[in-house]
Structure formats: structure tokens, C-alpha cells
């Protein structure tokens, strides 16, 4: 005790800047009171072929409940799952397209999910994911298992429950007004995979089919004062949104990407495709590395080096790949990506949702994505803004404050 209590009376000057006029104690618990509220998950009815690849579905939300939040979907596989590519729920989502009131609000791609993914996720909730979305191997690991037990067990149907990336499904904070959009509908347009091709991981693709799509949104039910505060009072959410530019490049010289981007962005995020990694040689959707699908556990960078370049200016001096691979996700991400997954962020934080840093691409008149190859077979790439823009919701309706 008399050592405790020599601690104590151990105080100097500059203990005034730690425990000064002390504002928090850690042995009371605080908690702040919190509105009432009840969720409830509902599917909803989707329009379409759901049986079909290159099919465009769509799905006008129901106003069931008062907001709408976390939205998955749910899809059926059918055929040999060894011969499904990695992550199929995401490859077979070509594109998700956010509509209100008829106006795009926000489109991605199963590819922008999958890439986000690994950005953002500890290698347990991989895991999770990889079963959720259907992983090819249909293998799940035991999270509690230290040496990473796995059941092998191979079953003749996947069915991949897939969570969009939407801002109003990933921020309860943002969960969609559907109680203040009386005159404007809130639409999901879904377009399908092009062909079985790519969604497998061999060239004896004839064995995927996609059997059923369906939807399901959390809804949340607020009690009568908020809810009233809602319905009769204008709104304005800053979201997260996606804008997406894919450019054809060869040879293992410089090529100059266009970035045709609008409004401010956080990150810029970069993957390569392969002409041995294809619809025609099998396609395996996950692997952004410079080998083909075969080898994609012992591939490197599709790139060697990458340059941004604003309005004539270098934005930064020439990097490695790994800086982009590597050392970025090292300083601003959650997870480590895949190789080939390269990024380069303005944001100190780029995952939260709250604002610390951008680059305002609406002022600049010509920007360019300056990449070199590792390897010939390269033969595009697809650069993802991922950024800021304003949603307005007010006398019943919603719209973007800023279109490009």
C-alpha cells in the first residue's frame, strides 16, 4: 500500500497537462440514452430473370419501415463448386446500381466489393466472408481454432449471401430516410455476370448456373416523436460513393490513365487485368496479380511502378508497387490485401466515415494515373474513386447535391 500511495503524492508539474482538472474517470461507467427502435430484416421482390447471366434486375424498396439500412444479396449456385473462382457471390455481381427517384445516387461492382474487402477486413472476417459470398473450396475455417481447422466438406449448391457497400448499409447513421421520401421510389438495379466464364476458376465453366437472386433489406422502426421528426424535416447525408474508370494499356513501357473523376476523393485504388487470366482461359475474379489464375498464390504486382500526375504536375515522385501494395494499406487500412490490389490515399483514414482529408478531382482539369507494367500480359487497368458527395432529402424527395 505505502507504494500505491507514494505514487500518488508523486505529483509534479507536469502531471497538470495528464490529470489536471480531470474531465472522465475511469471507474464510473458513462452511457448516453438512446432513441427507441426496433430492425427487421424483409425480402423484397426483384424484377427480372433471376436464373440468367448479363441479366438486369431491379427492385424498388418496399416502404415497409420507416428507414432502410444493411442490404444483402442472396443468390443460388448450382453446378460443381470446384470449378466456381473465389468469392463467387461477388463475381457474379457485374454492377449495383443505388437509384432515387430515377437518378443514380451510387454504382458498384462486384470487383469494387471484393477489392474493398480486403482492404478493410481482419483475416477472420475474410474467412467468414469467404463462406458467406461462396469461396470456391466451400472450406470453413474454425475462427476459434488457432492452427486453422477446415472442414472440406464439398456440397453441390453455394448460395452466397452478399452485403452491399452502399453508404446507407454500412453506417446506421446513414440508413436511408424511406419515411421522407414519400413521392420518390428508392430503386437496386442488379446486373448479373456476363457468362458463366466469369465466375469460374477453369475453362469447364458449362458447370456454373446461377438459380435464384432475391434481396433483403434491414429495415428500422422509429418511435413516433423521431419518427415524426423525420417525415417532416428536410435532410442532407454526406455518403460515400464510388466512380469507376477502366483503360486499356500494353507493353511493359509508362501508360498514362485518364481519370475522368468529379467532386472530392479520398483514395484511389488500382487493379490489373490479365490476358491470361480471362473469360476465354478460365477467370480467377480475386487474383490481380502479374501470374495467371493457376498461379495466383505465387503471383507478384501486376505493376512495377505508379506515378499520379494533376494537371501537369507529379503529385508525388515515382513509387515502387509495394508502396502502393504494401506500404499504403500498412498506413491507412484495416487488412492486407491481396497482391495486386494497389491504393494511394489523401485521407489519414480512409475507412471512417468522418472526413480527414481529400483531394477536390471537380478542380482539377486533367488528371492522370501514370502506371508501368511488370509483365506484357497486362492489358488493363480499372481505377476506383472512392469519395464524398452530398445526398438532399426534402418535400418528399432525394436527390445528389452535386451530379457530375
Given amino acids: 500500500m505505502a507504494g500505491a500511495l507514494m505514487q500518488l503524492v508523486a505529483y509534479g508539474a507536469q502531471d497538470v497537462y495528464l490529470t489536471g482538472n480531470p474531465q472522465i474517470t475511469f471507474f464510473k461507467v458513462v452511457y448516453k440514452r438512446h432513441t427507441n427502435f426496433a430492425m427487421e430484416s424483409m425480402e423484397q ?26 442490404t444483402w444479396v442472396e443468390m443460388t449456385i448450382g453446378g460443381d463448386p470446384t470449378h466456381q473462382c473465389n468469392r463467387v457471390g461477388f463475381a457474379m455481381l457485374k454492377e449495383v446500381e443505388l437509384r432515387i427517384g430515377g437518378q443514380l445516387i451510387d454504382r458498384q461492382s462486384g470487383t469494387w466489393m471484393n477489392v474493398w474487402t480486403e482492404l478493410t477486413k481482419s483475416s477472420d472476417q475474410k474467412r467468414l466472408l469467404d463462406v458467406m ?6 472450406r470453413r475455417v474454425n475462427l476459434s481454432d488457432d492452427h486453422g481447422v477446415v472442414n472440406t466438406t464439398v456440397t453441390g449448391i453455394t448460395t452466397a449471401h452478399v452485403p452491399l457497400q ?19 421510389e428508392v430503386e437496386l438495379v442488379l446486373t448479373t455476370a456476363a457468362n458463366a466464364n466469369a465466375v469460374s476458376k ?10 435464384n437472386v432475391s434481396l433483403w433489406c434491414d429495415y428500422i422502426f422509429l418511435d413516433t416523436e423521431e419518427r415524426k421528426t423525420f417525415a417532416q424535416n428536410p435532410h442532407e447525408y454526406l455518403i460515400e460513393t464510388v466512380q469507376t474508370v477502366t483503360s486499356s494499356i500494353s507493353g511493359t513501357n509508362q501508360n498514362s490513365i485518364r481519370l475522368p473523376f468529379n467532386h472530392p476523393v479520398k483514395e484511389l485504388i488500382w487493379v490489373a487485368s490479365h490476358s491470361t487470366n480471362t473469360a476465354t482461359t478460365g477467370d480467377n475474379f480475386s487474383n490481380y496479380s502479374a501470374k495467371g ?16 500526375r494533376l494537371n501537369g504536375q507529379n503529385r508525388f515522385s515515382e513509387r515502387e508497387a509495394t508502396y502502393f501494395n504494401d506500404i499504403q494499406p500498412y498506413q491507412h487500412h484495416t487488412g492486407c490485401p491481396a497482391t495486386g490490389i494497389n491504393c494511394y490515399s489523401f485521407a489519414l483514414k480512409p475507412e471512417e466515415h468522418q472526413p480527414s482529408g481529400t483531394c477536390n478531382f471537380s478542380r482539377i482539369d486533367n488528371a492522370e494515373l501514370v502506371v508501368t507494367p511488370a509483365a506484357s500480359t ?5 481505377v476506383f474513386a472512392h469519395g464524398y458527395n452530398v445526398l438532399r432529402v426534402a418535400s418528399g424527395m432525394g436527390g445528389l447535391a452535386y451530379s457530375n
Fill in 45 to 70: 421482390t426483384v424484377e427480372g430473370d433471376t436464373t440468367a447471366f448479363n441479366s438486369r434486375l431491379t427492385c424498388k424498396v418496399s416502404r415497409n419501415g420507416d428507414l432502410v439500412g444493411r
Fill in 133 to 138: 459470398v461462396g469461396d470456391s473450396t466451400q
Fill in 166 to 184: 452502399f453508404s446507407f448499409c454500412r453506417n446506421p447513421g446513414l440508413a436511408l430516410p424511406l419515411i421522407a421520401l414519400q413521392y420518390h
Fill in 202 to 211: 477453369t475453362t469447364d465453366a458449362v458447370d456454373v448456373k446461377l438459380s
Fill in 293 to 308: 489464375a493457376a498461379n495466383a498464390a505465387d503471383g507478384v504486382n501486376s505493376l512495377s511502378k505508379g506515378l499520379l
Fill in 378 to 382: 497486362v492489358t488493363a487497368i480499372t
